[in-house]
Structures are given as structure tokens and as C-alpha cells.
């Protein structure tokens, strides 16, 4: 054999060994968790693969959701067919993903069999006493207690007039710029001190926003991130993060209370969230600990502030993307305006809930970007849903995402078309911005309240002007696009 020959025959035995040395690894996973379960289910497991050791399917899923989210989930259609459900490994841990309506739906509203299932990085960060870390009957009694401050008719119409006068404000602001913004950035700063002004009220004065704001972005960059405590990691910088930020609205806590002794029980004062988190009582007589408050607080900034500004910026880039939705809104709000009796300062909760055109546009944006592409759960027991086996342990992907840009729930579901949810009643989990059943968001009316009161005086008054309009989105931790829309945004004349 020629010298060329022998050195053909070892590049074909290496590339032989590692093809081989490459199958064996793929199948490392299937081998350690599912075939420890052969002849122990009643029913089999979703179809699909668990991916690599260790990895699982991360690395699929993180270059899916740098420019095609979608492609991930409809790569697994294509590949196994319409089951709904699909077998994986993601966030360190063997899955299943469920992304049909009814399925979504049996998940979400199975407390009985389901628990919360976040990933590490997200309990560790979110904290043991917050709604992402209460057992269900827990969760229950908190809900109770904390729904009225939040979403009730009485707090929301006492919202209306803080959110109107700094959308007000910012939106005159950043018209008055002379050079672009940073239109998401922007937004971020607007809603955190709506957000905080809400949970603190006066005492937000004494604070450093820009610290606050700051600490919160890198609480969100180690939400789903992988929780590994070392220098580098989104992770580590997240949980010191967290870290301050306990520290800082245990400062507050201690303040609000000093305060509080201090006003004799005949003088009136206005109360905040954070007051009323600390006066309400369970039908026993029980206050919210002080880890309570503190835990509530720092996952009702977060996901508030976060989900108001992301809502709000897409719903204007869908706006001005569509100019006939953008001139029929406008035209709804210019008749509220019309029919407004001269005596009437601002707006209220009756003119707000006239807007039902806007609330389809917001709507619409939900389905179509899906701030959220996933709530995540985790079976207690072997659970069979559909002919298939949800084994004790496993994690349940409810994969929002998925159910939105169903060609087979929403006719053209890339089109942004708000004119889908008129004369429309949506099946029950084809929906789930704000999550189904006894976990949904308590924050979900007062995050559109702010959505809309700012989308009012912007469509009045405001048109946006991007600079890259062509620029691509990124879609991790939330969908943004990745120069924070640089914009000017300019007043009407």
C-alpha cells in the first residue's frame, strides 16, 4: 500500500471513530433517562430526542432563538409530526414540551399533578417566598391577599392619573430630543419609576433609580440562564444582584415601617402598594412577613417593568409598521377625546375600557411577539395526558410560543393583523401571554393599563421614526430589537 493510500485509510478510520464517537454521545441521554423507564409506564413517552449529555438541546434551542425562535418548535413538528407533544432536554433537566391549546390548557390548570418547574437560575433568583416559589396552597392564600392592591377596580383608577402624567412627561421628552434614542431603553426607565412610584410611593424619592434599574438588568439576564455560580456567568452576576437589591428594599421596608408609627392614626395619608402589602391580613388575622413583601416586591418590579416597556415598544413598532391599524386606533381615541365633557381632567377607567380597538392591537402584539415563550412546570407523579407519559420529575414546557404562531390556531400567524380577534373568542390556552389557571399574572391588568394609557397619548399626539428599521431582532431573555430601537420619536404638528 502507497504512503497516499495508508494516509486515506486513517483519515477515513478517524472520521469513522468520531461519526461512531458522535452517535454514542447522542444517545447518552436517551440511555439514562428513558430507558431506565421501559416497562414501567402504561402509556409511551412524546416523541423526540433528549439531545447531548449534559447540553441536551440548548445548543438547538439558543441558535434557534438568536433569529428564528419559531424554527425550534416547528423543526420538531416537521420532524415527529403534529402530536403536540415532544420529549427534550432543556434548562438542565428532561422535558416535555406541550404546545396545543387543549394540551397548554390541561397543564396549566392541573394543580393537583403539576407543580411550578422554573429553572434553577430562576427560583434561586426570584426567591423562596415569591409566587415562583410557594407551594399551590401557599400560592392560594398569597393571591387572596395580594389581588386586591394590585388589580382591583379601586387600585387601577388610582393608578390612572401617576401613569398619565409620566407618560405625559416622557413622551414630550424624548420628542424634544435632537439626537435619536434609545427608544427600549428609554421605555425601561419610564416604566421602572411608574413601577416603583406604585410600590413606594413618596419613599421612591429617596432612592437611586438608575442603581435600582441597573441591578434589575442583570437579575434578568441569569433568569434562565444556567445556575452557575462562578465569575462570568450571567448567573453569578445575577444572584449579586439580587443580593443588593434584598438589601436595598429591606432598607425600604425598615423606612415604610418607621414612617408609618410615626402618623397618628387620625391623619390621612395616601397609601402605596408596599403599604398595603404590609396591612393585609388573611381570614386568620396573618400579615405578610417581611420576606414576603421583600420577595413580592422584587419579582412585581421585574416582571412589571419589563413586560409594561417591552409591550409598549413593539405594540408602536407593529403601529408604524401598519399604517391602517395605526389610523383606525388613533381614530378611536380621537372620539373618546370628542365626546369628553370640558369639566373632565385625564382620563378614567370608563374611557379606558371604551378602547376596545387598542385592546385588540395590545392583544394582538401579546400573540405575536410572546414576551414570554414559555411556562415551565413539573409533574409530581407519572402523568398520562393524551396517550402519552409525563414522567414523576420531568419538566413540562408549556410553550407559548408555540400555541401563538400556530398555523393551525391562527390563520397567517406571522401577520401582525389585529383584526383576527374581532367577533373572536379565543379556545381556552390558545392564549397565554400572562400564563392559564390559578398561576396567572396577577400583574397582567395594571402591566396594560400601562400599555394603554401610554399608547393613548402616543397615538394622539406622537408618531415613532426608526433608524434601522431594518434592524434584526434578538429574542433572549425577552424579544428586543438588538439596537434597542434607536428612534426619533416626533410630535404631531
Given amino acids: 500500500m502507497t504512503l497516499l493510500g495508508s494516509l486515506w485509510l486513517i483519515l477515513v478510520a478517524a472520521l469513522l471513530g468520531y461519526a461512531f464517537l458522535l452517535g454514542l454521545l447522542r444517545r447518552v441521554n436517551e440511555w439514562y433517562y428513558v430507558s431506565r423507564l421501559q416497562g414501567k409506564l402504561q402509556h409511551p413517552l412524546p416523541p423526540g430526542h433528549l439531545g447531548w449529555p449534559l447540553l441536551g ?9 438568536k ?4 424554527s425550534f418548535i416547528y423543526d420538531l413538528v416537521s420532524r415527529y409530526g403534529r402530536t ?10 428532561p422535558s416535555i414540551i406541550v404546545c396545543t391549546p387543549e394540551t397548554c390548557r390541561k397543564v396549566l390548570t392541573d394543580d393537583e399533578n403539576l407543580k411550578l418547574g422554573y429553572p434553577p437560575s430562576t427560583t434561586a433568583l426570584t426567591g423562596k417566598r415569591s409566587l415562583h416559589g410557594i407551594s399551590n396552597a401557599e400560592h392560594k392564600r398569597l393571591r387572596r391577599l395580594i389581588t386586591s392592591p394590585i388589580t382591583g377596580h379601586e387600585a387601577l383608577s388610582t393608578y390612572i392619573g401617576l401613569i398619565e402624567h409620566a407618560s405625559v412627561k416622557r413622551l414630550e421628552e424624548l420628542s424634544s430630543m435632537n439626537t435619536p434614542c434609545e427608544f427600549l431603553t428609554e421605555l425601561r426607565k419610564f416604566a421602572f419609576k411608574v413601577f416603583t412610584t406604585i410600590f413606594m410611593g413618596s419613599d421612591v424619592d429617596h432612592v437611586d433609580l438608575a442603581l435600582f434599574e441597573n441591578l434589575y438588568k442583570d437579575l434578568n439576564r441569569g433568569m434562565k440562564s444556567l445556575a452557575i455560580n462562578l465569575p462570568g456567568f450571567p ?13 436595598l428594599l429591606q432598607g425600604l421596608v425598615d423606612q415604610k415601617r418607621r414612617t408609618n408609627n410615626t402618623i397618628t392614626k387620625t391623619k390621612r395619608r395616601k397609601l402605596d402598594m408596599m403599604d398595603l402589602l404590609m396591612e393585609v391580613k388573611d381570614e386568620d388575622g396573618r400579615q405578610l412577613e417581611d420576606e414576603d413583601i ?3 416586591l ?8 419589563e413586560s409594561s416597556a417591552h409591550g409598549i415598544l413593539w405594540t408602536i413598532i407593529y403601529l408604524t409598521e401598519h399604517p391602517l391599524v395605526f389610523q383606525r386606533a388613533k381614530k378611536e381615541q380621537e372620539e373618546i377625546m370628542e365626546t369628553r365633557p370640558l369639566s373632565q381632567k385625564g382620563l378614567n377607567l370608563k374611557e379606558i375600557k371604551q378602547m376596545e380597538y387598542l385592546s385588540k392591537v395590545i392583544d394582538e402584539m401579546l400573540r405575536r411577539t410572546s414576551i414570554s415563550f414559555a411556562n415551565f412546570r413539573q409533574a409530581k407523579v407519572d402523568l398520562n395526558i393524551n396517550g402519552y407519559t409525563i414522567p414523576k420529575g420531568w419538566k413540562v414546557l408549556v410553550w407559548n410560543r408555540g400555541v401563538h404562531m400556530d398555523p393551525e390556531t391562527y390563520r397567517n400567524p406571522k401577520e401582525y393583523d389585529p383584526s383576527r380577534w ?18 396567572f399574572c396577577p400583574g397582567s391588568d395594571l402591566a396594560k393599563l400601562e400599555i394603554t394609557i401610554f399608547l393613548h397619548h402616543f397615538l394622539l399626539n406622537y408618531r415613532m421614526e426608526r433608524i434601522n428599521p431594518d434592524c434584526p431582532a434578538t429574542y433572549l431573555p425577552v424579544p428586543r430589537p438588538s439596537d434597542n430601537c434607536s428612534a426619533r420619536i416626533i410630535k404631531a404638528t
Avoid: C, Q
Fill in 57 to 65: 438541546n440548548m445548543p438547538t434551542f439558543l441558535r434557534a432563538f
Fill in 67 to 70: 433569529s428564528n425562535p419559531d
Fill in 84 to 93: 403536540g407533544m415532544y420529549r427534550t432536554y432543556l434548562f438542565g433537566s
Fill in 235 to 247: 448567573f453569578y452576576k445575577a444572584l449579586k444582584a439580587r443580593k443588593k437589591l434584598m438589601k
Fill in 294 to 296: 421583600i420577595d413580592l
Fill in 298 to 305: 422584587l419579582v412585581f418590579l421585574l416582571a412589571g417593568y
Fill in 422 to 439: 374581532e367577533n373572536h373568542t379565543a379556545r381556552a390556552g390558545s392564549f397565554l401571554p400572562f400564563g392559564l389557571g390559578s398561576r
